[in-house]
């Protein structure tokens, strides 16, 4: 990174910061609110996506590209969680012929 | 100009996100989705992430929409002749203590953020620290720092590719 | 700024593709007649009377093939930042050659092991495409298939 890109100059951190809690805190409404598991799965992918968002921020910042390989290894992490969890739900979703998660109350007492 | 691109795509980004949020149908949340990564892949740019943000597009517009669009596909109860109704709906519950959850989340993590002081970070900003573009940057880092983690990573793949393979393989409908 | 004025070209035709079907659709909608009756608002569907809905539910075959795609597309994103260093001379020469071969080593035990993954799978038919059974009838007919081979021969000449 030879170049520092003009963001940095006219930016401050702080709006990457303040855009990322907001992005994390509709997450956290999306997986508390919604029932559909595909849903809270999508809503799951946005809050990793703001927690990435914020770690390149900083590393974009600080010039350090160490930020951008968690970054990558993030990325990977949540391409294997998305295979197994959807596999999961269609699992149950053969099972139970539904993917409310209301209706998934085995375990409560 | 930067800095209204940058609002630009901020705008575009949350609003999607609340698309996906209150949507009641879930093929529609699904593609404002698509918008939402689209977005945060901008933001990349314009932090001066490119390599980054072109993986964005890759993994997750390309690979984790489409896989969660199959899951949709694979997992609606509606797809029948009698209702005629094109939608897959999706319902709420708890609105309000989640809404008072992360609201109380934000406000905490907000008034934290405003207090902090990120000049220290900032500081080594105009000192280069490598001739590399980033994802020579990142391959360098990928084979000397990271290269455990990198195979790491490599086994986790292969531990999805057979388990998610084992699941849904099972022919018992 | 190099860099961003390179997406900023990526951004210009982005928009211009919008606005320019925008447009096209507009002026299209201005010019053309406007006369629907019901066979020109019917989805067209090769010819068919369109039955049922468009959200039916898919095969769960089509899942693996999707999951096999995101597994390997996450590989080629590896792939790429390793490609544009491992042969880079600067590295090689300051290592006295150790960087190439150890990165080549690397790469290859990682690609090694997503292969044993998929191989695995493979073998234990996890991929298969499965098939709907074809039921074999115990029905027994009294014309031997010997007589159709001698109709064949005879007018294959």
């Not at chain 2, 691109?5 to 996906?20: E, G, N």
């Not at chain 2, 609606?76 to 519950?93: A, C, P, V």
């Not at chain 2, 907000?110 to 105009?126: E, M």
């Not at chain 2, 455990?148 to 590719?161: C, D, I, K, N, R």
């Amino acid at each position: 990174m030879q170049q520092i890109p003009d963001v940095i100059r006219e930016i401050p951190l702080n709006y990457y910061v303040w855009f990322s809690a907001a992005l994390f805190c509709i997450g956290i409404i999306g997986v508390l609110t919604r029932r559909n598991a595909i849903i809270i799965f999508m809503s799951v992918e946005l809050m990793l996506n703001s927690v990435n968002l914020l770690l390149v921020a900083f590393s974009s910042y600080k010039a350090d590209p160490a930020g951008q390989i968690f970054v990558f290894f993030i990325m990977a992490v949540a391409a294997a969680e998305v295979a197994v969890g959807l596999a999961i739900i269609v699992m149950i979703y053969r099972n139970i012929q539904t993917i409310d998660v209301g209706l998934l109350n085995k375990l409560k007492w | 100009m930067i800095p209204f691109v940058f609002i630009a795509f901020i705008v575009l980004t949350v609003i999607s996100a609340c698309v996906v949020l209150w949507s009641n149908n879930v093929l529609y949340a699904a593609f404002s989705l698509l918008l939402t990564f689209f977005g945060i892949a901008a933001l990349y740019v314009l932090v001066g992430a490119d390599f980054i943000a072109i993986t964005q597009l890759l993994v997750y517009v390309g690979g984790i929409l489409v896989l969660l669009l199959f899951g949709v596909m694979l997992t609606n109860q509606n797809g029948n002749k009698e209702n005629g109704k094109n939608d897959i709906i999706g319902t709420n519950t708890n609105r309000l203590i989640g809404f008072a959850v992360a609201f109380g989340l934000f406000a905490l993590l907000f008034f934290t953020f405003a207090k902090a002081n990120f000049v220290n970070i900032q500081s080594n900003l105009f000192e280069s620290i490598e001739t590399f573009s980033t994802t020579q940057n990142i391959g360098v880092l990928l084979m000397t720092d990271f290269v455990l983690p990198f195979e790491v990573s490599g086994v986790l793949l292969m531990a999805t590719l057979i388990g998610a393979a084992y699941l849904s393989s099972k022919t018992k409908v | 700024m190099t860099m961003l004025t390179d997406f900023g070209y990526i951004l210009l035709f982005i928009i211009a593709a919008i606005v320019f079907v925008a447009v096209i659709l507009f002026l299209a909608k201005l010019i053309r007649p406007n006369r629907p009756n019901e066979e020109k608002l019917t989805t067209y569907e090769s010819g068919e009377e369109p039955d049922g809905n468009a959200n039916v539910r898919f095969n769960i075959r089509f899942y693996v093939v999707a999951l096999i795609f995101i597994l390997f597309d996450v590989e080629i994103i590896f792939l790429f930042p390793w490609a544009t260093v491992f042969g880079n001379k600067r590295l090689i020469a300051e290592t006295d050659g150790l960087w190439g071969w150890f990165s080549l080593v690397e790469m290859f035990v990682f690609v090694g092991v997503l292969l044993i993954g998929l191989a695995y799978a493979w073998i234990k038919g996890h991929l298969d495409w499965v098939r709907p059974e074809v039921k074999t009838t115990e029905y027994e007919s009294k014309i031997p298939t010997s007589l159709y081979d001698k109709i064949n021969q005879k007018y294959s000449q």
